[in-house]
C-alpha cells in the first residue's frame, strides 16, 4: 500500500515564474492538505481540498491556489515565485471520518533563485 | 488564536540520557487534539501520537512517553535511554476538533541531536 507520493522532489524555479507540485494521497483517503514549511520552521497550513472543492484556507495570498481531480490527487500552484516561497512543500492526506489521522508524504523542495 | 510553541529550539544530549521536549499551546476551543510529529532529514513528517483534549492519561510507548497536563497547556514528551537514531526535529501540533478538517497548527519545533 502505498503512502503519500509527491513530485518532484526538488525544484529550482526563477523568480516570476509559475511552479506546480503533485500529490498523489494515501490509498482510501480523500482529503489532502498541503503546508509550507520554510527552512528552519514549523510546517504552515495553505489549504485543504475535499470533493474537489477548497474546503478551508490559511494565510496565505491567492497567488497559491490548488486543484483536486476525480482520484483525489491534488495540485498545488504558485504563480510570480518570490525568494520567499523557498520552502518545502507537504502533502497530508486523511480520510473524511478520520480527518485527524493524517499521513504526510516526503515533500517537495522548492527553490527560486 | 490558537498558537503552539515549542521554547526549546536546539537539544544535545549524549545517548542514554533522557531527554524531555515541552510544547505549550493556546486554544479557546473546548475540545481539540495535540500531536507529537518527528521529522528526520529525509523530510518526510512521522507520526509519533495524538491526543484529544478530554483524555489527560499520560501514554507511554517504549523509550517514549508523554505528559499532557490542561492545567498548564502543556504536552510534553520525553525520550528515555536515547539513541543516535532520535536525531530528528521533533514538532507539536495542534488541531482543532471545530469543523472536522484536522488542520494542523504546528509550533517551531525542537532539533535533537543525540551523540554517541
Known amino acids: 500500500d502505498a503512502g503519500v507520493t509527491q513530485s518532484p522532489t526538488h525544484l529550482i524555479k526563477t523568480r516570476g515564474q509559475q511552479v506546480t507540485l503533485r500529490c498523489s494521497p494515501k490509498?482510501?483517503?480523500?482529503?489532502v492538505s498541503w503546508y509550507q514549511q520554510a527552512l528552519g520552521q514549523g510546517p504552515q497550513f495553505i489549504f485543504q481540498?475535499?470533493?474537489?472543492?477548497?474546503?478551508q484556507r490559511g494565510n496565505f495570498p491567492d497567488r497559491f491556489s490548488g486543484h483536486q481531480f476525480p482520484n483525489y490527487s491534488s495540485e498545488l500552484n504558485v504563480n510570480a515565485l518570490l525568494l520567499g516561497d523557498s520552502a518545502l512543500y507537504l502533502c497530508?492526506?486523511?480520510?473524511?471520518?478520520?480527518?485527524?489521522?493524517?499521513?504526510f508524504g516526503q515533500g517537495t523542495r522548492l527553490t527560486v533563485v | 488564536a490558537q498558537k503552539v510553541t515549542q521554547a526549546q529550539t536546539e537539544i544535545s544530549v549524549v545517548e542514554k540520557e533522557d531527554v524531555t521536549l515541552d510544547c505549550v499551546y493556546e486554544?479557546?476551543?473546548?475540545?481539540?487534539?495535540l500531536f507529537w510529529y518527528k521529522q528526520p532529514p529525509s523530510g518526510e513528517l512521522v507520526f509519533l501520537i495524538r491526543?484529544?483534549?478530554?483524555?489527560?492519561q499520560n501514554e507511554i510507548s517504549g523509550r517514549y512517553s508523554w505528559n499532557f497536563q490542561k492545567s498548564t497547556s502543556s504536552f510534553n514528551f520525553t525520550i528515555t535511554a536515547s539513541q543516535v537514531v532520535d536525531s530528528a526535529v521533533y514538532f507539536c501540533?495542534?488541531?482543532?476538533?471545530?469543523?472536522?478538517?484536522?488542520?494542523?497548527?504546528f509550533g517551531q519545533g525542537t532539533t535533537l541531536q543525540v551523540k554517541p
Open positions: 497530508a492526506s486523511s480520510s473524511t471520518g478520520k480527518p485527524t489521522e493524517a499521513f
Open positions: 490509498s482510501g483517503h480523500d482529503t
Open positions: 481540498y475535499y470533493e474537489e472543492e477548497e474546503r
Open positions: 486554544t479557546r476551543d473546548t475540545t481539540y487534539y
Open positions: 491526543r484529544n483534549s478530554f483524555d489527560e
Open positions: 501540533a495542534l488541531s482543532e476538533a471545530r469543523g472536522n478538517t484536522g488542520k494542523l497548527i
